[in-house]
């Protein structure tokens, strides 16, 4: 597994950004052309260029049909450039998969962003502050057993 100093070397120049606020100073002298609060003006690095130091992943032709079939589609005739673009495609998207999973991310801390968004998702009520649960079943026109019974037009 890659870890945070792996990375490092992949993309030194973003990560020191990153990790030391320093680098963000107008003092610090980069080989990068930055605008007033240090941020470069053109990028630093690349998702390509990152993900070219992987390896190529193997699709196979059968990978590729079970693909579509999954998906319900009809896959292209082996040979094809159809089938060529196909395959570099998924071979791209399953390095880029793989160089996300390969991060360890065991010792990230999470910053709690999205608590206050989710508050009333996690609200709590307090014990008989209403009907609730089953005692709402004697209210329903029609139940069976444990279950509203709703009719539908839908014919299964």
């Known amino acids: 597994m890659a870890t945070l100093t792996h990375l490092r070397r ?3 120049s973003l990560t020191s ?3 030391h606020p320093r ?3 107008s003092s ?3 080989s990068h052309e930055t605008d007033s ?3 470069p003006i053109h990028p630093t690095w690349s998702v390509n260029q990152l993900l070219a130091t992987y390896s190529s992943p193997e699709i196979t032709p059968k990978m590729i049909t079970r693909l579509h079939e999954l998906s319900a589609l009809r896959p292209p005739l082996e040979g094809t450039p159809e089938y060529k673009i196909v395959k570099e495609s998924l071979q791209e998207m399953v390095r880029l998969v793989e160089a996300v999973r390969s991060v360890d991310t065991a010792e990230v801390l999470v910053t709690g962003r999205g608590e206050r968004e989710d ?3 996690n609200a709590t009520y307090p014990e008989g502050s209403g ?3 089953q005692s709402l ?3 329903a026109p029609r139940v069976d057993g444990n279950y509203y019974v709703v009719d539908s037009e839908r014919k299964m």
């Open 10 to 12: 992949r993309i030194p």
């Open 37 to 39: 609060c240090g941020v």
């Open 23 to 25: 680098a963000l100073s």
């Open 17 to 19: 950004r990153i990790l």
């Open 131 to 133: 009907k609730e649960g």
């Open 28 to 30: 610090t002298k980069t």
């Open 119 to 121: 508050a009333d998702r």
């Open 137 to 139: 079943l004697k209210n």
